[in-house]
DNA sequence: CGGGAGACGTA
DNA sequence: GTACGTCTCCCGC
C-alpha cells in the first residue's frame, strides 16, 4: 500500500455500518457455534474489505462511536434521549470487531466526547488543508455537509458514489446547504427539533428560495400559511438545530491525518481472533495471503459488496404444496421479487419449462422445479397446479418483477398462457443503460464485475459441446443450487447496479421510458414472427446452385487447377503466387487480401477475380438466406422468430439473431430476390415504413447548422443540395457524380472519416478530397464546430451522449496508441448520430405499439424492425388508412428542429413494399 | 469441437 | 470511416 501524499484518505464510518450491518437479516443470522453473534462483525469486515479492492492505494481510517455523553448532549440533553439503549447482541460484537481492526493494522479511532462524525470531519477537513483527497465511506446521509471538491461519500452498501454534482442531484441543494436542511427538518431519531410538517421538500423549496437558513428565518413573515405558522414557532430552536446538524471541523486529535498510516497486520493475532469468532472466510484469504487486491480479484469466488457466504445462503427446493403455498404467500406479499426460469433450450420458441426460481432478499431464495425428467428424478409438483398458482403473480402490475433478460422468460412463459406483466427491472438493461461497453451483459459477467461474485456456470453443471445435457436432465439439487442462485443474484445485481443508474437523469430515463417499455414490445414482435416463402426460396436455392457448379469449372479452369473458391487462403495462393497477380491490399494481419474491391480492380485485368465474385456473392446468398431461412421455421407457427438483442450494440440500436433479419439482402439484384420471400399472410400486405435520412437530419439538429436545417425544412434532395454548395453550382445543374460525391461527404461525415478515407471511397486524389471536405465544412461551419466539439467533449468526458442521454463511454479516447485513439474518435463523433437514430426508432416503436394496443384490431401486427424502418403486417381492408396513421405516428414520435420523415411502401411481400 | 480470420450481408 | 451477425475455412486442442 503506496504512502505518498497523493494517496486518497478513506474515512470509514464503523459505527454507522455496525448499525446497518446488524439490522441486515441474514447477517443477523450469524454467529458462532456457541452462540456469540457474529453478524455485524461479518458485515463491516466485508465492507472494510470491499473498499481495499475498491481503493488499492487508499489510506483506510476506521472510526467508531466512543461510549458516553458528547458535547452535544451539554448543548442539548433531550438529544437522541429517544434512542433505545444498544441491544446486547450488538454491544458484544463491538470490542472484538476493534480488536480486529487493530490486528488488521488500520488506524482506529475512537474518541470521547464526540461523535465519530466529528472525527471524520475533522479528519477530511485537515486532509483537504493538506491536499489529501478524502473519501468518506458511510451510510449515513448527514455527512453530505462534508462533501467538496475534495471530499466525497460512498456508501459501501451499495456501491453509490456521491460528490458535490452527486449532493445537489440526489438532495436538490449544495453540500454548503445541507446543515441548514438538516435543522430546518429535524431529526426525530436523534431527537433533533426542526420546523413541525417540514420535510425534505420543504425544506428545499425554502433554501432554493433564500439560499440559506438566516434568510428564510428572516424572511419567515412571509411564508404563508399553516407551515409558515410552524416555522415561526420554530425560530427560536433553529440556531440550536442548526449546531446540532453541524459536524465539528476541530476535533482535538493526538494524531495528525499525516501520521495515521496503516501497520502491517499481526498475523498471529488476526488467525486467533478469525478463529475464535469463526470467520471462515477472512481465515482462509489471510493463510491463502490473499489480498483482496487487485489480482485477488480473479479468484474471488464471492461477493464482495454484500457479502454472503455460500454456506450462509439459504436456498430451498420447492417440492411440497406446503412449501410452495408459504413460498406464494412471501412473494404475494413483496413488492418485487426477483424470478428466472430453467427451460431446455435458449430458443425461446423452443424451451419448455423445466423449474422456476424466486428470491425475495439477498441471499433467500427457492427453486421450484417442474419437469426434471431423468430415470429416478423426486417426485415434483404438477407444472399446471404450480402455474395456475403462479398466473395471477406474474400478470400482476402491482408486483415489480426483477429479472436478467427477462424477455426471454416472459417469451417461454406465453406459451404456457401467461401474458407476464409488471416488468419492472432487467439487469441486463440496468447494465446497459449504465455502460454499454464495460462488460458483456450475460450474468455471470455482472456477476463478477458489480459483486464480485463468480457464480456456478451453466457449463459446471450441464457439462459443454455435444456432451452438454439439458436442464431436465440435471439432479435436482445441482439445479436447484444453480437456479436459486440465479434468481438471488439477479436480486442482488439490481440492488447493486439501480442505485448507480439512478442517479444519472439521462441514462435513468433511457432505462425507464424507453428501454423497459420496448422489451415486451419486442417480445411481442418476436413472438408473432415473420412469414416465408419456403418454395420460392427453395426455388431459388436451387438456381443459385446450378450456377455455383458452372462458375467452379470456369474458376478451375482459369487456374488451371482445382481449388476451393471459398477459401481465402487457397485463392491467396492460386492469385498471388501461381498467377503472380500484383497485391493491392493486405488484411489486418499481413495476408495479401482477396476482398471484394481488391477483386473488383483486378477483374479488370484479368479473368478470374470476376468468377471469385459471382461466386462469393452467390454462395454467401445461398448459405445464409436460401439455405438457412426454411431451416429457421418454427413448426409451431410456420412462421420465422427472430431474437433482437437489447443490450448488445454500443451504441443503442438492436441487432437480430438466429436468424439476422436486419441484413436481408437488397443491393444486388440476386439478393432482393430473397425479400420476395418475406410475405404477407393471406388477405393481409406487407408494409414497410422507413425513415428517410435519419441520421443526417440528426446531425443537422444537433449541430443546428443553419445550411442543412434548411436543406431539409425547405424538403429538398439533401446530398443534391450538399453538391451545389461544394461544388458551387445551382441546384439544377449537379451532376450526378457531383450528387454521388456529395452523398459520400454526407454519409463519410456520419462515420467521423478524414479526408484520406473520403479520398479512397472516391477514388480521387487526398488533396482534392480535402478541397472537397474544406469547401464542406465552409459551407457547413456549424457542422465542423459540431464535430470538433464532440471531439473535445469525448476526450474531456470519456464518454458521448445521445440527444436523450443514452451514454456511450470510450476507453480508448485517451489511448497512447495512435490509431485505437482515432478509432475512438470517429466511434465518438457517430455514436450520438447512430444512437440518436436507435432511441427515436424506439420510441416511434412505443408509440406505434401502443396505438395498435388502442387499436385492439387483431389484423395490424408490427413484425420487424431493421435501424431506420418498421415492417407491418397489415391486413388489405385496412391498409391504407392504418398506413397513413403509422407514417403520422412514426413523423411525430420526436419533436427536432428539421421535420422527420417516414416513407410507406405496401405489397405482397417486403420487396414489393419498398 | 471451439474459436480466430477473412469475407460479406444490412443500416 | 460507424454499428452489427453469420458464413466457411482451418488451426489447435
Not at 51 to 69: E, H, Q, R, S, T
Not at 156 to 183: C, H, S
Not at 465 to 491: R, S, V, W
Not at 521 to 543: K, N, T, W, Y
Request: charged share 25%; glycine share 6%; hydrophobic share 40%.
Amino acid at each position: 500500500m503506496s504512502n505518498t501524499p497523493l494517496s486518497p484518505l478513506i474515512l470509514v464510518d464503523g459505527s454507522s455500518y455496525l448499525f446497518r450491518a446488524y439490522h441486515v437479516p441474514y447477517l443477523q443470522a450469524l454467529s458462532t457455534a456457541d452462540g456469540q453473534p457474529t453478524g455485524a462483525i461479518t458485515g463491516v469486515l466485508n465492507m472494510i474489505r470491499s473498499l481495499k479492492k475498491d481503493y488499492p492505494n487508499g489510506n483506510i481510517v476506521v472510526v467508531f462511536d466512543a461510549k458516553g455523553k458528547t458535547f452535544r448532549n451539554d448543548m442539548y440533553p433531550e438529544y437522541k434521549a429517544n434512542r433505545p439503549p444498544m441491544p446486547d447482541d450488538l454491544r458484544t460484537q463491538i470490542a472484538p470487531l476493534h480488536e480486529i481492526i487493530v490486528a488488521m493494522g488500520l488506524p482506529l479511532l475512537v474518541i470521547e466526547g464526540v461523535e465519530a462524525d466529528d472525527v471524520i470531519g475533522t479528519l477530511a477537513h485537515q486532509a483537504t488543508q493538506a491536499g489529501i483527497e478524502t473519501v468518506i465511506s458511510t451510510g449515513d446521509k448527514d455527512m453530505a455537509q462534508l462533501v467538496n471538491e475534495h471530499v466525497r461519500l460512498i456508501n459501501t452498501m451499495t456501491n453509490v458514489e456521491m460528490d458535490v454534482a452527486g449532493v445537489i442531484e440526489k438532495f436538490g441543494i449544495r453540500p454548503d446547504q445541507i446543515i441548514d436542511y438538516l435543522a430546518l427538518m429535524g431529526d426525530k431519531v436523534d431527537n433533533i427539533p426542526g420546523v413541525e410538517k417540514c420535510g425534505p421538500k420543504t425544506a428545499v423549496k425554502w433554501l432554493l428560495e433564500h439560499e440559506n437558513l438566516d434568510n428564510v428565518i428572516a424572511n419567515a413573515d412571509k411564508v404563508k400559511g399553516k407551515i409558515g405558522e410552524n416555522l415561526r414557532n420554530a425560530l427560536e430552536q433553529l440556531p440550536l438545530s442548526y449546531q446540532l446538524a453541524t459536524i465539528k471541523l476541530d476535533v482535538e486529535l493526538e494524531q495528525s491525518v499525516e501520521q495515521l498510516q496503516p501497520k502491517d497486520p499481526n498475523k498471529a493475532k488476526l488467525t486467533e481472533l478469525y478463529k475464535q469468532f469463526e470467520l471462515r472466510r477472512l481465515l482462509a484469504d489471510l493463510q491463502s495471503g490473499e489480498q483482496p487486491a487487485k489480482e485477488a480479484s480473479a479468484n474471488d469466488d464471492e461477493d464482495a459488496n454484500v457479502v454472503i457466504a455460500p454456506e450462509n445462503v439459504d436456498y430451498q427446493i420447492v417440492y411440497t404444496q406446503e412449501q410452495f403455498n408459504h413460498w406464494l404467500e412471501l412473494l404475494n406479499k413483496a413488492e418485487s421479487f426477483a424470478f428466472d426460469t430453467e427451460t431446455t433450450s435458449l430458443d425461446y420458441m423452443k424451451a419448455e419449462l423445466v423449474g422456476l426460481s424466486f428470491a425475495i432478499e439477498p441471499g433467500k431464495a427457492a427453486y421450484v422445479p417442474l419437469g426434471h425428467d431423468y430415470q429416478d428424478a423426486p417426485q415434483q409438483l404438477a407444472i399446471d397446479w404450480v402455474l395456475a398458482q403462479l398466473k395471477p403473480l406474474l400478470e400482476s402490475t402491482k408486483i415489480a418483477k426483477i429479472g436478467q433478460n427477462l424477455k426471454y422468460d416472459a417469451n417461454v412463459l406465453s406459451h404456457y398462457d401467461i401474458k407476464m406483466q409488471g416488468i419492472a427491472f432487467d439487469t441486463m438493461l440496468e447494465s446497459y443503460c449504465l455502460n454499454s461497453v464495460a462488460t458483456r451483459h450475460n450474468m455471470d459477467a455482472l456477476a463478477e464485475k458489480y459483486l464480485d461474485y463468480k457464480t456456478v456456470h451453466f457449463e459446471d453443471i450441464a457439462g459443454k459441446g455435444a456432451k452438454q445435457i439439458t436442464f431436465n436432465q440435471i439432479d435436482i439439487d445441482k439445479a436447484g443450487h444453480y437456479a436459486a442462485e440465479d434468481a438471488d443474484i439477479t436480486l442482488r445485481l439490481h440492488q447493486a447496479i439501480y442505485p448507480k443508474l439512478e442517479k444519472l437523469s439521462g441514462q435513468h430515463s433511457v432505462y425507464r421510458e424507453i428501454e423497459m417499455p420496448l422489451l415486451p414490445v419486442l417480445a411481442r414482435m418476436e413472438q408473432h414472427g415473420v412469414l416465408i416463402d419456403v418454395d420460392l426460396l427453395a426455388e431459388q436455392s436451387q438456381s443459385i446452385g446450378a450456377r455455383l457448379q458452372e462458375l467452379e469449372v470456369e474458376a478451375h479452369n482459369i487456374a488451371g487447377q482445382s481449388f476451393n473458391l471459398s477459401s481465402p487462403k487457397q485463392l491467396q495462393k492460386i492469385l498471388f503466387e501461381e498467377l503472380k497477380i500484383p497485391v493491392i491490399k493486405k488484411t489486418p494481419k499481413g495476408a495479401p487480401s482477396t476482398a471484394e474491391e481488391v477483386l473488383q480492380e483486378l477483374a479488370l485485368d484479368y479473368p478470374l477475380p470476376k468468377v471469385i465474385l459471382e461466386n462469393r456473392g452467390l454462395s454467401k446468398l445461398k448459405s445464409t438466406y436460401t439455405d438457412k431461412l426454411p431451416l429457421m421455421v418454427s413448426e409451431k407457427t410456420g412462421r420465422v422468430h427472430t431474437s433482437y438483442q437489447q443490450a448488445v450494440a454500443a451504441t443503442g440500436r438492436l441487432s437480430s439473431t438466429d436468424p439476422n433479419l436486419q441484413n436481408i439482402p437488397i443491393r444486388s439484384e440476386e439478393g432482393r430476390k430473397i425479400r420476395h420471400a418475406f410475405i404477407a399472410p393471406t388477405d393481409h400486405k406487407i408494409v414497410a415504413i422507413d425513415y428517410s435520412q435519419i441520421e443526417l437530419r440528426i446531425m443537422a439538429h444537433l449541430s443546428d447548422d443553419p445550411g442543412l436545417l434548411a436543406a431539409f425544412s425547405q424538403g429538398k434532395d439533401v446530398h443534391q443540395a450538399t453538391a451545389a454548395e461544394i461544388f458551387g453550382v445551382e441546384l439544377e445543374q449537379v451532376s450526378s457524380d457531383q450528387r454521388r460525391s456529395a452523398k459520400a461527404i454526407n454519409f463519410g461525415l456520419i462515420y467521423g472519416m478524414s479526408a484520406f478515407g473520403l479520398a479512397k471511397q472516391l477514388g480521387i486524389a487526398r488533396n482534392q478530397a480535402q478541397q472537397y471536405m474544406d469547401k464542406y465544412f465552409e459551407r457547413y461551419p456549424s457542422i465542423h464546430g459540431y464535430m470538433e466539439e464532440t471531439r473535445q467533449k469525448a476526450t474531456e468526458q470519456g464518454y458521448v451522449e445521445t440527444l436523450f442521454g443514452r451514454r456511450l463511454y470510450l476507453p480508448e479516447i485517451k489511448s497512447k496508441n495512435a490509431m485505437r485513439r482515432k478509432g475512438a474518435e470517429r466511434a465518438a463523433i457517430n455514436a450520438p448520430m447512430q444512437g440518436t437514430a436507435a432511441d427515436i426508432i424506439k420510441k416511434a416503436m412505443l408509440a406505434v405499439d401502443q396505438w395498435i394496443t388502442e387499436q385492439n384490431d387483431k389484423r395490424i401486427k408490427m413484425i420487424m424492425q431493421v435501424h431506420d424502418e418498421l415492417i407491418f403486417e397489415i391486413h388489405q381492408d385496412i391498409v391504407e388508412q392504418v398506413t397513413e396513421q403509422l407514417v403520422e405516428i412514426m413523423n411525430s414520435a420526436v419533436e427536432l428542429n428539421v421535420p422527420l420523415i417516414a416513407e410507406a411502401g405496401i405489397g405482397d411481400n417486403w420487396e414489393q413494399a419498398h
